[in-house]
Every structure is written in structure tokens, then in C-alpha cells.
């Protein structure tokens, strides 16, 4: 059984870093890629950013470079976004979420949801920025 859970969620203020986690089992973690995806409240889905399988090639919301990082630790089954100089407008509960593929795409590939790139989600972890 697929298995995605999300940690490191909470209330930070602006300015403020957080690193949330992502541990994986029920498949094998490196041959997949990987996704971050938020939802806001009273928003939709939002894509964050992408890793391929063996964490090489990385794709981010360009409204985020410089400030989000994915990442991810094959031998630990574990995904990461580190968020940094966190916004108000950041705040949304965060899923980490599977690819059916090895690769991801470049460029503006996933800025439209698609809920076909993703085929399993976590629970999410809800990260609030506010003072």
C-alpha cells in the first residue's frame, strides 16, 4: 500500500523558514518522481514544484524560485521542501504528492493542474504564515 506523510507543518512568522517532509513506502521512492502541490484556503490546487526519480532535475513555480527548494533522500524514502522568507500568501495546507513517470517536466508544464500527474497524495500538513 502507498504510503505519503507529511511533517514539519505549523505557524511560522513572515520571513520565517520551515522544511517540510515527505516519508514514502508501499513502492520503490527512487524510481518516481515527485511533487509538491498546495491549496490555500478557499483556493485550488496549486503546484509547488517537481523532482525526477533521482533527484537531479528539479521544476518550481517561478513566483517561488529563490526561495522554495525540493529535494529528496533516496536512501531515506523521504521528499523535502525547504521554504524560506515565507509570505502570508503562503499559507495553504502543502501535499506531497507521486508521479506515474520517472521524469518530470520543464518550463510551465504543470503551472494548469492536472490531477493525472499525480497519482497518489499524503494527508497533507498545513504551514500558516501570519504574525
Known amino acids: 500500500e502507498v504510503q505519503l506523510v507529511e511533517s514539519g507543518g505549523g505557524l511560522v512568522q513572515p520571513g520565517g523558514s520551515l522544511r517540510l517532509s515527505c516519508a514514502a513506502s508501499?513502492?520503490?521512492?527512487?524510481?518516481?518522481?515527485m511533487n509538491w502541490v498546495r491549496q490555500a484556503p478557499g483556493k485550488g490546487f496549486e503546484w509547488v514544484s517537481s523532482i525526477d526519480s533521482d533527484g537531479v532535475s528539479t521544476n518550481t513555480l517561478n513566483s517561488l524560485k529563490g526561495r522554495f527548494t525540493i529535494s529528496r533522500d533516496n536512501a531515506k524514502n523521504t521528499l523535502y521542501l525547504q521554504m524560506n522568507s515565507l509570505k502570508p500568501e503562503d499559507t495553504a495546507v502543502y501535499y506531497c504528492?507521486?508521479?506515474?513517470?520517472?521524469?518530470?517536466?520543464?518550463?510551465?508544464?504543470?503551472?494548469?493542474?492536472?490531477?493525472?500527474?499525480?497519482?497518489?497524495w499524503g494527508q497533507g500538513t498545513q504551514v500558516t504564515v501570519s504574525s
Open positions: 504528492a507521486k508521479s506515474p513517470r520517472r521524469f518530470i517536466y520543464s518550463g510551465s508544464y504543470y503551472y494548469t493542474f492536472n490531477r493525472n500527474e499525480y497519482d497518489y
Open positions: 508501499g513502492f520503490t521512492f527512487s524510481n518516481y518522481a
